[in-house]
């Protein structure tokens, strides 16, 4: 997807080249161009997919496209470097007739090394259609999360109050070992809803080094325990699953974010443990059964 974008953006450029020459094609009317932020802050590390959008401005109604291209710069004492700690996406964009905002796209580049903070500036450097005037630079800050890490995950690792609304629970946080992959990565909830029987809930995190906050993602399903003996069913897999107030899902994300403490979090959805056929995990092996839910629910730090 990522070449198939740049292709068509490199084709857009390029078709825009061979019809320059025409000034009626690009705007005549009184407008000007700059950067609406003078500086923006994102983690340095990248996650597939998401990439952000530094924001280019008009002023004025056009009446035809506007060109802008940029110049980037690293900066400072550790200086961001372009292809190396970020790739922008293209220094050239064009602004539709009618529209008064464009943006030039870029991702970090992720790597696990501590390092200090790296910045660097886009600048406005030409712009066919609209006159160049105001702030005409934004600073990026590139921010280091690895160095925050240890002290995120140590918040999290311990004892938790969880507040479901079928009944509240103690549970515990714990991490991966340091050699493994899942450091820094992952976390495991242990008694979940207060059943001894049930595995660890696997939970993604991240932190947000824009905000300070702490990300949590549960994946669902996860097999939480097999071949365990209901009376009245027999041997059932628990399977954990999206649950909320409409009903039971067969798949689903459960996402929080954390209180400026890190001591509280509210996901979007809740859970329950769905009992299956053993090893078929499938809408038809779904006994019609659950050995707990909580349509919502809550993580709440003890110790």
């Given amino acids: 997807m990522k070449l198939n974008k740049i292709f068509a953006i490199a084709l857009a450029a390029l078709t825009m080249t061979a019809c320059s020459d025409d000034d009626d094609n690009f705007n005549t ?14 983690a340095e590390d990248f996650s597939t997919g998401v990439y952000y959008n530094i924001p280019v401005v008009l002023s004025g109604e056009t009446n035809g496209p506007v060109t802008v291209t940029v110049e980037v710069e690293g900066i400072g004492t550790s200086p961001a470097v372009e292809n190396e700690n970020y790739v922008i996406t293209s220094k050239t964009i064009v602004i539709p007739a009618g529209e008064t905002k464009g943006a030039i796209e870029f991702h970090p580049s992720s790597n696990d090394d501590i390092n200090d903070d790296r910045e660097f500036t886009v600048t406005i450097v030409s712009a066919k259609g609209a006159k160049i005037s105001g702030n005409t630079t934004t600073l990026v800050r590139l921010i280091d999360e690895d160095h925050l890490l240890p002290e995120a ?3 999290l690792v311990g004892t938790w109050q969880s507040t479901t609304t079928r009944g509240s629970y103690t549970c515990t946080i714990s991490a991966y070992p340091e050699d493994d ?3 820094f990565k992952k976390v495991k ?12 809930v696997i939970i993604d995190f991240q932190l947000n080094a824009s ?11 996860q097999v939480l325990a097999t ?7 027999g041997d059932a897999d628990v399977v954990l699953l999206p649950m909320d107030s409409e009903g039971l899902f067969l798949a689903g994300t459960a996402s929080a974010t954390s209180n400026e403490e890190v001591t509280q979090f509210i996901f979007d959805t809740g859970c329950a443990g769905g009992l299956f ?9 779904f006994l019609g059964s659950v050995n707990f839910q909580a349509p919502s629910f809550s993580l709440t730090k003890v110790q």
Avoid at 29 to 42: G, I, K, R, W
Avoid at 227 to 233: A, C, E, M, P, R
Wanted: aromatic share 4%; net charge negative.
């Fill in 29 to 42: 009317a009184d407008v000007t161009v700059s950067m609406l932020q003078t500086e923006m802050a994102v």
């Fill in 153 to 155: 995950l140590s918040k």
């Fill in 181 to 183: 992959p899942n450091h």
């Fill in 189 to 200: 909830l242990s008694g979940i809803a207060g059943l001894s029987y049930l595995g660890d």
């Fill in 211 to 221: 905000t300070g906050l702490v990300e949590l993602s549960i994946s669902m399903p």
């Fill in 227 to 233: 071949n365990v003996t209901f009376t009245g069913l």
């Fill in 277 to 285: 056929t053993p090893g078929n995990h499938t809408g038809g092996g």
